[in-house]
């Protein structure tokens, strides 16, 4: 609970050192208002980070990624609700983890964004190509990690951080988050009927572009928050009906979440067209056909 992530924190460091605090504050308001940042306009420093954290490793497997990605083709808008109605409750949940969501003020301020905000991620992850080079997923994760690295920095620093929450954004508070977003809508597949293979659950390459350090990543699943993260005790007495509610449901969710406005000069919530058409989610671009 006292390391963060050692890549994007000598960043943000690097930036600091250089009594450039003010670049630290401009940095987030750029990484947090905008989509694409041309890179010519960032620090030297932020630059070098990005070339270095732009593909995955090399052990990375293409084939489970395309089962994964195909998965989320076939279950994408259960998923998403699983992440807004379950993950993201069990994500508060951490008395420690939560007090940087409560200093910055994002669940009281504005939490449809917040949720906008990581289901984006989520879609641009497990889109077709949104973890390969240059892809969607890998330039989101590049921007998390500085999010957080920032965030690090300033909440350590605040008269209201208390030491015995440990470092913010820690690698147990990564490596939980990542836990529930992952283990949490899966187990609710598998309640509604669902069958779940490993090589789709598989996540090893998602939490090494989230910066989690990869025996924290495996400790964790075998760990005390896999089990906090499971919520198998809450079994479906009617699979079918429940399957048909949560479907219905979660297709409002993400058509609800394409009109939502995410602020700056970031574009609207984005479906990847190819997954708005295969989940029939009439979103803010296709809804012009509609009327």
Request: glycine share 8%; with cysteine.
């Amino acid at each position: 609970r006292q390391a963060g992530d050692p890549p994007a924190d000598a960043v943000v460091q690097e930036l600091d050192d250089d009594d450039e605090i003010d670049a630290v504050n401009r940095l987030m308001q750029t990484l947090v208002r905008n989509d694409d940042v041309p890179r010519a306009k960032l620090p030297r420093v932020v630059r070098s980070y990005l070339e270095s954290t732009d593909d995955l490793r090399d052990w990375a497997d293409p084939e489970r990624i395309a089962i994964g990605a195909e998965f989320f083709g076939v279950h994408g808008p259960t998923i998403v609700m699983a992440f807004a109605c379950a993950s993201l409750p069990k994500c508060y949940a951490f008395p420690k983890g939560v007090q940087v969501l409560h200093l910055t003020a994002r669940l009281q301020s504005d939490p449809v964004r917040r949720i906008a905000e990581t289901a984006q991620l989520i879609l641009d992850v497990m889109e077709p190509g949104g973890l390969g080079f240059g892809g969607r997923g890998i330039r989101d994760a590049q921007k998390v990690r500085l999010m957080h690295a920032a965030v690090r920095r300033l909440c350590s620093r605040s008269e209201h951080w208390n030491t015995s929450w440990d470092t913010p954004i820690n690698q147990e508070d990564l490596a939980g988050g990542l836990c529930t977003f992952s283990i949490v809508p899966l187990e609710a597949l598998q309640q509604l009927g669902t069958t779940v293979s490993d090589d789709e659950a598989d996540g090893d390459e998602i939490a090494d572009m989230l910066g989690v350090e990869s025996h924290n990543w495996a400790s964790l699943l075998t760990g005390p928050l896999r089990l906090f993260a499971s919520h198998s005790d809450a079994v479906a007495d009617n699979v079918p009906f429940a399957g048909r509610i949560s479907a219905h449901f979660s297709q409002q969710l993400l058509e609800g979440l394409s009109w939502v406005a995410r602020g700056g000069d970031r574009a609207p919530f984005r479906i990847p067209q190819e997954l708005a058409e295969r989940w029939d989610v009439r979103t803010a671009e296709r809804a012009v056909g509609y009327w």
